[in-house]
Each structure stands twice: as structure tokens, then as C-alpha cells.
């Protein structure tokens, strides 16, 4: 991570660099929806300004809430990883600290102007526009500035477009990881390495590493871990951080439809295939072509099925529902399962050969369980930002009960429950302080051996799981269990689990 985007010199032409600018304003909202790295993001945001200001290189500085210092997190020079300058260091600082626009002619000449970066990389700054980044509150988050215009000193209209640009970004950072916490009077605290992915424990560090690797390459990857934990994120990530993320991000859940359409939504139908099929329709895998195809709960495919997934990502090649022609498609693909898909294999209700395609790279995404308490509270002061903001209500907290009920609560539906929480103590707590009952975290079945005294038959408040049950069994189990303790209340179930009603059939049907 480094500082500065580069750019090649551009036309002084006052139509083009007015066509520069506004392209830049109007594609910064598309740019910070994106799941990438932040490195990424903000190096390209800073190759963008330099580009539509003519300079040499530019720099999105941020302050960093905890330490009132500046980091730059833009990369593009070899020379250095990152860069930091203490509070109220260089121009930059300078900025950060009182809040005012420097635009020099000569930055060498200003009290401020520190020259260690440029000795470290061989740059020499000439010319110098440099504006903070402040939210509605008026709190600095940040600063942008561009070096060395090509054509002399920045103008007043760079001035009033930077300035411009700055708020926007400001905007642009509340639908980031990089929102400003609670009572946070400057600075951004930077909750994860990528995008809209909040999280920094070491197990949340070691996932970050694979997926990076995993972008990095073609291949197709296996996403495993329980329902709710964020895998669907984790698949965009490698999309957008890959070669292929201008192409379409293209979602197959395998657990919503029907076995006889899935192999028509996969591939595709010819018209008059089956009863209904009145026209030709594209599958998924076409849709995808050039792009990423995501299978989310793969485990639950069809058995009829996975030959032809088993073919298509051997040969690339398929044919249409009803089709005569063996066509192709450029697709990547990512398949996510919580389900364990060796004891599937084991059991023959997955195909060997396909389960080894798919896991050509394995990555695991941890349970909330596994990336421990403090992770949990960072997440639902986020997730408490984001719905405060979306339903319109004021500044709120989590009361010391709540935050201590967060840390017990065993999070069976993982990150997805915690979201659904936070989001409902929003919407009923009428005050600003979040206590537990807001919450609505109910108990959850135990799933423990009986005590010595048990016959073995299903706890009053629990389950009874002896060893040898077969994978299937102790799901089964476990959500009647859930099911019984919530009063047969499939939708509350299903909330509590992190998984659809569908799924919930499925795994006990008997009951649900």
C-alpha cells in the first residue's frame, strides 16, 4: 500500500477535462458499491482525480480514528507499501488538522511541506491542491490531494472541483467499511480489508489472505461454512478482485428451486422443451459467460445434475434443456456450501469427481462464534449505523446489557441473525439505548449428550445427539429441536437458523 496513482499527460483541453470531471463525480457512487479491497478502491479513486485534474499523481489520505494520524492506503508506487505521517505532519496534516484548502504554486515553500516521501521515492513536488474530507457533521475523515499539475498551477476551478469531489467521497465513505464509528468526532476506523466486509480477527485475517490469492487466479473455488456466515460476500469479493470484474456476477441458489428446474435455469431451455416453454431462454451459464458463475449451497444440487456441471466445468461446453447444440461459455466458478460435501461423497448422495473439480481452492469463511466477541460488538455497532441511517432514526447505542447479551448469544444464523437483530432493536427500541429484550435473541436448543441418568430420549430444553449419527440425523435433530422450542413457528425458525423455509422442509420434513 503507497500513496499515489500516476497518470499519463492529457491534452490541455478545457472539453475534455470538464468531461473528466464530471465522469469521475458521476461514477464514484458506482465505484464504492463495488466489493474489492480497499487498496484497490482508493487506488483507483486516486488514479481517477489525477486523471481529471491533469496531475502527475494524486493521494486519498485517510485519518485514522484511533491514532489522529494520516495513512495513505492508495497503492501505486513500488517504492513504499504504505505511508504514514503523524498528526499535523506535512501539508497533508496540515489540512487534516485545521480543516482549510492549500493550493500551492511551490510546496516547498510552505512551513509544513515535508520531504521525506519524496526522498524515499525520488518524486519531487512542485505544484500542490490539497482539501479535506469532511462528513455533514463537519468532521474530517480524510484529505485528497493531486501533485504536480502538467500544465502549471491548479486553478480555482480545480480548487471548487476538488472541494466538490471531497464531499462526495465523504458521502461515498458511509457505504463503506470505512463509516465512522459512534461518537467518532474525526478520523474513520478501517473495519476490514475489503468492502462492505466487516471484520479483522485472525481468523477473519486468514480468510482475507485466501480469498486475495484466490482473486489473483482462474480457478475454481469451494466456499464452506455454516448458513448466515457470509460466504455470498466472500464470492463477490473474488469477482471483483479478479480479472473477470468487469464481466457479470451471475447467482444460482441451488436450494430454491424445484429439482426439475434446475437444470433449465443452469443451461437453458429450447422452446417447446417442456409443457410452458413457449420461447428460447438463456441459462445462468450463459449469462454468466466472460463473468462468474456463483453456485450458493451447491451440496443441495440434483444428482442428474451435477454430471452436467461435472461436464461443464471439464469441457465448458453444454447444450439447452431440449437442444441439439453443444455450445460454450468463458465462466468462472465459485460454489458455496455449509453442508459437508466429503460426507456426502462418503454417503453417495454427492459425486466423487464433481466434489473434487469444485474444490480445486478450499476456504472456509468462520462461524461468528470463531471470530469471537469483540468481532461480534464491531459488527452490530456497524450493522446499528446502517439501520439507524435506513429507517431515519437518531444516534443510538447498545445499553451494557445488550452488548454482554451479544457476546453469549451462541449465533446459530451467524452474521445474517445478528444483522436481523440489530435491524428489529432498531425498529422497536423507542428510545436511543438498545437493551437485551430488543433485541430478541431467544435461547437455542443445546445440542449435548444426556446426562448419565438420561434413557436417551430428546431433552425438555435440548436435544438428545449420541455419537454415530450420520451428519443428515444431527441436522434433522437439531431443527426440530429449534422448532419445538419456537412453537413449531417455521418462519421464526428459519430466522433462527440463518436458512430459507425451503430448507427447513427439507431437513425435517416430518415436522415442518
Sequence with gaps: ?????????????????????????LDLGALLAQEVDLDTLLGTIGARIASALRAERATVWLVDAASGGLRARVADLPELREI??????????????????ANLSDASKHPRHFGGVDRETGFITRT??????????????????VLNKHEGAFTRDDEAFLQTLAGQVALAFDRTTLRAGEGTARGVNVRG??????????????????????????????????????????????????RRSEGPFVTVDCTTLPDALVESELFGHERGSFTGADRRVPGKVETADGGTLFLDEAGELPMPLQAKLLRFLQERTFERVGGRSTL??????????????????????????????????????????????????????????????????????????????????????????????????VVLCAGDTIAPEHL?????PDISTPPASSTGADLADGVHL??????????????????????????????????????????????A
Design 128 to 145: 500542490l491542491l490539497s482539501v479535506p474530507v469532511r462528513d455533514g457533521g463537519r468532521a474530517t475523515r480524510g484529505v485528497l490531494q
Design 440 to 444: 430478541g435473541l431467544r435461547a437455542t
Design 1 to 25: 500500500m503507497s500513496a499515489c496513482g500516476a497518470v499519463a499527460v492529457i491534452a490541455s483541453d478545457p472539453v475534455i477535462e470538464r468531461e473528466h470531471k464530471l465522469s469521475l463525480l
Design 84 to 101: 504514514h505521517l503523524p498528526p499535523g505532519q506535512g501539508i497533508a496534516g496540515w489540512v487534516a488538522e485545521t480543516g482549510r484548502t
Design 193 to 242: 480489508v475489503f468492502n462492505h466486509i466487516v471484520g479483522s480477527s485472525a481468523p477473519m485475517r486468514r480468510v482475507y489472505e485466501q480469498i486475495t490469492r484466490a482473486a489473483g487466479v482462474d480457478a475454481t473455488v469451494l466456499l464452506g461454512g455454516e448458513t448466515g456466515s457470509g460466504k455470498g460476500l466472500f464470492a463477490r469479493a473474488i469477482h471483483a478482485n479478479g
Design 466 to 511: 449420541p455419537l454415530g449419527l450420520s451428519l443428515d440425523e444431527v441436522e434433522r435433530r437439531y431443527v426440530e429441536a429449534t422448532l419445538r422450542a419456537l412453537g413449531d413457528n417455521q418462519s421464526q425458525a428459519a430466522r433462527s437458523l440463518g436458512v430459507g423455509r425451503n430448507t427447513l422442509r427439507r431437513k425435517a420434513p416430518r415436522r
Design 328 to 425: 460454450r461459455a468463458d465462466v468462472r466458478v465459485i460454489a458455496a456450501t455449509h453442508r459437508d460435501l466429503a460426507s456426502l461423497v462418503a454417503s453417495g448422495r454427492f459425486r466423487q469427481d464433481l466434489y473434487y473439480r469444485l474444490r480445486v481452492l478450499e476456504i472456509t469463511v468462520p462461524s461468528l462464534r470463531e471470530r469471537g466477541g469483540d468481532e461480534i460488538v464491531t459488527l452490530a455497532e456497524h450493522f446499528l449505523d446502517v439501520y439507524t441511517r435506513r429507517h431515519g432514526r437518531g444516534l443510538m447505542r447498545l445499553s451494557r446489557d445488550a452488548l454482554a447479551s451479544l457476546r453469549a448469544h451462541p449465533w446459530p444464523g451467524n452474521v445474517r441473525e445478528l444483522e436481523h437483530a440489530v435491524e428489529r432493536a
